[in-house]
Structure formats: structure tokens, C-alpha cells
């Protein structure tokens, strides 16, 4: 049986302050996708949905998510209810990049949440674990995709009224990737294989 080391399971996590945020985010008014797939069901069908059109899967053995070849990889998970912090068996948690083992513990993982936040993963706590992967077959525009590589865009600076979008590959959210000058420009740029590619399979990151 896993020991809880009950120090990790407290620890504060406080987001990191250089983490970049879309603009017009507003932590006052922003519900995460987190609190809506534990709140609304009818969303949460369509997301866990959107995450398998777009390449993700459960890991068969949870534990699989120690393994070295899995660093660095983008994953989410649901809560078993015996975590100390008393969510409900299924609490969906959307997760971060994992860092991997510490001093070889295989109690636990740690994982770094897109807020910046370092997190402590206990593996006795873990009831399912949803993984991207780069290699899997996802589905555009009616036809199979294979995923060669990702693609990456700079972070849009300079607002315009003409901006381009894509869904986001972790929280399936419209996201703006581009400010275009006028619709000349904006045209050319959503026509270019690069956003075609990654409109088609949702493989794409800022730099």
C-alpha cells in the first residue's frame, strides 16, 4: 500500500506570476474548465469527447504515469476519493505537464499546472488518467490525421479587431493565435497549410 506523505498533500501552491494568459483574462470572472466538467454533466460529456477526437486516452495502469518516457507530456486525471483533500470519487482535475519522480519516489509524481503551480501527485489517489499523444490518430474534417509534428505560433501581441482563432488543444476553448491587420491579411494567414494543420488536428502550441 502507498504511504501519504502527508507534507506534500499540504503544501502551498502558489501560481507562478510569469505565466501568460490570454488577453482579457480575468481571474475574477474566469470559470476553468475544471469547475465546469465537475459541475455541468452535459459539458463534461462533450469535453471528455473533445479530448478523445483530439488525441487523448486513459492510461491503462495508472502507474504507467511514472514511466521516464513520459515526461514532459501534458495529462489529466480524475480523483478516486480517498485524497486528503475529501473530492468526490470522479472529481475531475485538468492536470498540468508532467516533471516526473523525486528521489525516485514512486508514491507520487509531480506535475507543473498551467497556472504555474508545482503539484504533487499521489498515486494511490488517482482514479483514471487521461494522456495526449503526439503519435495517436485523430479525427479532421471527416478524415484520419496523423500527427507528424506541432506546430507553434508566437503569442499575439498588439490587439486588432481582426483576430484569428483556434481551439485550444488542453481546453478545447476558442483561443486567439493571431491580430491581423485587416481581412486581406487575415485571410492569407488562415489559409496557410500551418493554420490549416493545426485547425485540422488541434497539434499546435505557442512558442
Known amino acids: 500500500m502507498d504511504s501519504i506523505n502527508e507534507e506534500l498533500q499540504l503544501y502551498e501552491r502558489v501560481p507562478d506570476p510569469r505565466v501568460k494568459h490570454a488577453r482579457g483574462f480575468n481571474n475574477m470572472r474566469y470559470v476553468s474548465i475544471q469547475d465546469r466538467v465537475n459541475s455541468d454533466p452535459e459539458f463534461e460529456a462533450k469535453y471528455i469527447d473533445y479530448l478523445v477526437e483530439n488525441g487523448w486516452y486513459r492510461l491503462a495502469n495508472n502507474r504507467d504515469i511514472l514511466k521516464e518516457e513520459l515526461k514532459g507530456r501534458h495529462f489529466k486525471y ?28 514512486e508514491n507520487f509524481i509531480l506535475y507543473k499546472a498551467y497556472n504555474g503551480c508545482m503539484f504533487p501527485l499521489q498515486i494511490s489517489d488517482i482514479d483514471v488518467v487521461y494522456m495526449r499523444d503526439p503519435n495517436e490518430k485523430i479525427k479532421g474534417n471527416n478524415k484520419e490525421k496523423h500527427i507528424s509534428k ?22 478545447g476553448e476558442d483561443t486567439i493565435v493571431y491580430y491581423a491587420k485587416d481581412n486581406y491579411s487575415k485571410d492569407r494567414f488562415m489559409t496557410s497549410k500551418k493554420y490549416n494543420y493545426a485547425y485540422e488536428t488541434s497539434d499546435w502550441d505557442f512558442k
Open 78 to 105: 480524475r480523483l478516486n476519493g480517498k485524497s486528503m483533500s475529501k473530492a468526490e470519487r470522479g472529481t475531475f482535475r485538468s492536470g498540468g505537464i508532467l516533471i516526473g519522480k523525486k528521489n525516485g519516489d
Open 150 to 171: 506541432t506546430v507553434f505560433f508566437n503569442e499575439p501581441q498588439n490587439a486588432t479587431v481582426f483576430p484569428v482563432y483556434l481551439k485550444s488543444p488542453l481546453t
